[in-house]
């Protein structure tokens, strides 16, 4: 089975990191020692690594499909604490029951109906003050308006338009709304429990993706958890547009040379430009840089 | 023992059986549907019987919510002072009002039940030819047990707007704030789709209904047919049925809305993908207004008397049946008119001729079993006819009739049989391992297509490579 370079790509690895962020945030206000991360792993296991260095105490679990993955990823298992499961995730979900708090993330490639139904069931599963994280495949269907609307229909916005799927800015906000719906739909707010959007980001390394990331809450315990959270400066709590990360491709020695200028104040790229001396790409992704450069990651080549 | 000592017991209602027992009867979407149901009415009232392609063009209704008050707006007649006692009694006492017309309106409950419902504060705001009046539903009257008489505050001074009704709720109760408001995208999305499936002959016939300001389009349901001239033998033509008992007038018609599904479809539905089937199944129509949409259950003959139980592979299956009376007490809908009496008798004899018909495109599917491809030629030569023009069409048709049971004319049509395989061909199909698939697609560059595709194009190589 053929894998895209998860390991390499730049936005992805921003995503991964605003992940730790929120779970850091999470440690501050409850104990997450008895927490369980779930995640599809890949094949470098790349999400569970990142996990396990910044939250330590907490167990790690890996559900891959494909036997051949799931024997690399047996390969590079990096601790005795992470449980890798060969298995469905549909089946995995169903015999699923929450034992404490869940980290779990839907770290999908693709675009597919059954993701929805995934995400809701989820939602329906965890326990309060678990963290539940959706990525899903961003760029505009290629199939006709009328096939992808009796695909989704059930998750439709009531507004949806037939240009909401031609054009990949439209689209991502689609998509949030799809997921808000689906959230609302798995929980109601006339129940005791509510999915509470912490974050929400798009990106593109070669396809565009949407990542949000919420927390269930009891209904009760909302004003006190959007105020953990607030201050964080990538917090999405109403659903708003999500944002873009886009961070440019730079050499170890600009970041380098770029440190002693973060963080910045008006975070407009300019003084970066400036410290630079050239131009890269353009001032936005400079202005990215600032915005997420603690959650940049640092690639090498090295020879063993 | 003494006789006297029993006195007459009280019998008299208490509103908490309005207010709080009666709400629970309902979904909310359904009780805004009744208001809506009220306005349409309305429209009956101003024009009479509803005739022609457009009897309710120029007429709209406006929705309107948020997290402290909902709104229903229309131009619709309003409510003339003489039906008062209807409209804001609870209850209906007299039989006799809208006799001659087609409405919805049976109990006399509707618009109060609706409004309970929603809030504990409500002001309706009606204007009918020379009478302009407001009638004001608070929460001190709703507690009090001993009154139950409503202000009414009259106005002179009429406009030249339109006869109309505006009906304000607010003092929202407490699950209503949260449907409304942290549910906003759910609920928004189930209103609209009830209204636009519901509701979609009455807006094809020219109502326009708006919710927070969103014009809502009609999703009729619409089946295949193959005209006359242009196939004289076998085609896909729906069919029909046709009757009139107790001044109850019957339209029935089922048949494809779609080519039926590919083996592959199928098993993609199973795999939790949904495609279309929330087209499939019946939906059926009480003078205008649908009151079951899309049933694919027992209640509308599937998996009962030869008919088999639905599945996706009946996908492409649906039909419509319309009731249209001017008594509204003889159609066969339960008190919320968003469901079936299942036991009424008009209906029970009506099941027989929807299953007579299911049963014709049931065996086509199963027929074409496996040869969707072939199949798929009859039903692109037909177009998509809505209600109305089935209506004109079955004019133009040969109908027979049906001498047992329901009586009525029928049109039963002739559907196209596959072929016998002929001697030359024959089926290859076999299962390979996903992984080593996905090697042969990627292999061919062809990341696209579907495995059976696959299959397909390595014979077509390997033949080719035969043949040279």
């Given at each position: 089975m053929k894998h895209p370079p998860y390991h390499l790509r730049v936005n992805k690895a921003v995503d991964r990191f605003l992940l730790v962020e929120i779970l850091n945030i999470l440690k501050k206000h409850c104990d997450i020692s008895n927490y369980t991360y779930y995640g599809f792993g890949g094949p470098f296991l790349e999400d569970c690594r990142l996990i396990n260095d910044h939250c330590p105490e907490i167990k790690i679990v890996s559900i891959e499909k494909n036997k051949q993955t799931f024997k690399r990823q047996q390969f590079h298992r990096f601790s005795k604490i992470l449980d890798l499961r060969h298995d469905d995730f549909k089946s995995f979900l169903a015999n699923f029951s929450s034992t404490g708090g869940e980290i779990l993330w839907l770290d999908y490639t693709d675009l597919r109906p059954g993701h929805f139904d995934d995400f809701m069931s989820v939602l329906g599963k965890v326990s309060e003050k678990s963290i539940v994280k959706i990525t899903i495949r961003a760029k505009p269907p290629e199939q006709e308006w009328e096939k992808f609307y009796r695909e989704y229909d059930q998750i439709l916005p009531a507004s949806v338009k037939e240009t909401d799927i031609k054009r990949p800015t439209p689209f991502i906000g689609l998509l949030q709304q799809m997921l808000q719906l689906a959230s609302q739909r798995a929980l109601p707010a006339l129940g005791e429990s509510i999915f509470q959007l912490l974050d929400s980001s798009h990106y593109r390394d070669q396809t565009h993706m949407l990542s949000i990331t919420g927390i269930v809450c009891n209904q009760d315990e909302v004003e006190k958890i959007q105020q953990w959270f607030q201050n964080c400066h990538f917090v999405n709590l109403k659903w708003n547009c999500p944002q873009k990360i886009d961070v440019p491709i730079l050499s170890t020695k600009e970041r380098l040379h770029l440190e002693k200028y973060l963080p910045t104040k008006a975070k407009t790229g300019r003084s970066l430009s400036r410290a630079l001396g050239y131009k890269i790409d353009n001032t936005e992704s400079l202005k990215q840089y600032e915005e997420f450069y603690q959650y940049y990651p640092y690639f090498a080549r090295i020879s063993i | 023992m003494n006789k006297n000592r029993y006195e007459p017991v009280d019998a008299?209602?208490?509103?908490?059986?309005?207010?709080?027992?009666?709400?629970?009867?309902?979904?909310?979407?359904?009780?805004?549907?009744?208001?809506?149901?009220?306005?349409?009415?309305?429209?009956?009232?101003?024009?009479?019987?509803?005739?022609?392609?457009?009897?309710?063009?120029?007429?709209?209704?406006?929705?309107?919510?948020?997290?402290?008050?909902?709104?229903?707006?229309?131009?619709?007649?309003?409510?003339?002072?003489?039906?008062?006692?209807?409209?804001?009694?609870?209850?209906?006492?007299?039989?006799?009002?809208?006799?001659?017309?087609?409405?919805?309106?049976?109990?006399?409950?509707?618009?109060?039940?609706?409004?309970?419902?929603?809030?504990?504060?409500?002001?309706?705001?009606?204007?009918?030819?020379?009478?302009?009046?407001?009638?004001?539903?608070?929460?001190?009257?709703?507690?009090?047990?001993?009154?139950?008489?409503?202000?009414?505050?009259?106005?002179?001074?009429?406009?030249?707007?339109?006869?109309?009704?505006?009906?304000?709720?607010?003092?929202?109760?407490?699950?209503?704030?949260?449907?409304?408001?942290?549910?906003?995208?759910?609920?928004?999305?189930?209103?609209?789709?009830?209204?636009?499936?519901?509701?979609?002959?009455?807006?094809?016939?020219?109502?326009?209904?708006?919710?927070?300001?969103?014009?809502?389009?009609?999703?009729?349901?619409?089946?295949?047919?193959?005209?006359?001239?242009?196939?004289?033998?076998?085609?896909?033509?729906?069919?029909?049925?046709?009757?009139?008992?107790?001044?109850?007038?019957?339209?029935?018609?089922?048949?494809?809305?779609?080519?039926?599904?590919?083996?592959?479809?199928?098993?993609?539905?199973?795999?939790?993908?949904?495609?279309?089937?929330?087209?499939?199944?019946?939906?059926?129509?009480?003078?205008?207004?649908?009151?079951?949409?899309?049933?694919?259950?027992?209640?509308?003959?599937?998996?009962?008397?030869?008919?088999?139980?639905?599945?996706?592979?009946?996908?492409?299956?649906?039909?419509?049946?319309?009731?249209?009376?001017?008594?509204?007490?003889?159609?066969?809908?339960?008190?919320?008119?968003?469901?079936?009496?299942?036991?009424?008798?008009?209906?029970?004899?009506?099941?027989?001729?929807?299953?007579?018909?299911?049963?014709?495109?049931?065996?086509?599917?199963?027929?074409?079993?496996?040869?969707?491809?072939?199949?798929?030629?009859?039903?692109?030569?037909?177009?998509?006819?809505?209600?109305?023009?089935?209506?004109?069409?079955?004019?133009?048709?040969?109908?027979?009739?049906?001498?047992?049971?329901?009586?009525?004319?029928?049109?039963?049509?002739?559907?196209?049989?596959?072929?016998?395989?002929?001697?030359?061909?024959?089926?290859?199909?076999?299962?390979?391992?996903?992984?080593?698939?996905?090697?042969?697609?990627?292999?061919?560059?062809?990341?696209?297509?579907?495995?059976?595709?696959?299959?397909?194009?390595?014979?077509?190589?390997?033949?080719?490579?035969?043949?040279?």
């Open positions: - | 008299t209602p208490v509103k908490s059986f309005f207010v709080d027992m009666l709400t629970r009867d309902i979904e909310l979407v359904d009780a805004i549907l009744d208001l809506l149901d009220n306005c349409v009415d309305g429209i009956l009232r101003l024009k009479g019987k509803s005739s022609g392609k457009t009897p309710y063009k120029s007429f709209a209704a406006e929705i309107e919510f948020d997290k402290s008050s909902f709104s229903i707006s229309d131009n619709c007649g309003g409510i003339p002072w003489s039906f008062h006692d209807y409209a804001f009694r609870m209850g209906k006492d007299k039989q006799d009002i809208d006799s001659d017309l087609p409405t919805v309106g049976v109990y006399g409950i509707g618009m109060k039940r609706a409004i309970f419902k929603i809030g504990r504060q409500c002001l309706i705001s009606t204007q009918n030819e020379g009478d302009r009046y407001e009638v004001e539903i608070t929460p001190e009257w709703i507690e009090d047990q001993n009154n139950w008489s409503l202000p009414v505050s009259g106005s002179s001074d009429s406009d030249r707007e339109p006869d109309r009704t505006t009906i304000v709720i607010s003092e929202l109760n407490e699950n209503i704030t949260k449907q409304f408001d942290d549910d906003k995208e759910n609920f928004t999305h189930e209103l609209v789709r009830k209204i636009e499936t519901h509701y979609a002959f009455i807006i094809a016939k020219g109502f326009q209904v708006k919710v927070n300001g969103q014009k809502i389009e009609p999703k009729p349901t619409k089946l295949v047919f193959t005209e006359m001239e242009n196939k004289k033998g076998p085609a896909i033509r729906p069919y029909i049925y046709k009757t009139e008992v107790d001044g109850v007038h019957i339209f029935l018609s089922v048949g494809f809305t779609r080519p039926i599904p590919s083996q592959e479809e199928i098993n993609d539905e199973q795999e939790e993908k949904r495609y279309s089937s929330d087209d499939a199944g019946w939906t059926i129509i009480c003078n205008d207004r649908a009151v079951l949409y899309c049933d694919r259950t027992e209640l509308t003959g599937w998996g009962e008397a030869g008919v088999p139980r639905y599945h996706t592979q009946f996908i492409a299956i649906s039909g419509i049946v319309e009731f249209q009376s001017n008594d509204a007490s003889k159609l066969p809908t339960t008190t919320t008119k968003r469901g079936i009496d299942a036991s009424s008798s008009i209906y029970l004899q009506v099941k027989n001729r929807m299953r007579d018909g299911m049963k014709l495109f049931t065996n086509f599917t199963n027929q074409w079993k496996g040869k969707g491809n072939e199949s798929q030629q009859y039903i692109d030569s037909g177009e998509l006819y809505d209600l109305d023009k089935l209506k004109i069409e079955s004019e133009r048709l040969q109908l027979n009739p049906i001498r047992s049971g329901l009586k009525g004319y029928q049109f039963k049509p002739k559907l196209p049989k596959p072929e016998p395989e002929p001697s030359t061909k024959k089926r290859i199909s076999y299962s390979k391992n996903l992984e080593e698939i996905e090697i042969v697609q990627s292999y061919l560059d062809e990341n696209q297509i579907s495995p059976s595709e696959v299959g397909e194009k390595c014979f077509d190589m390997i033949l080719g490579e035969a043949q040279q």
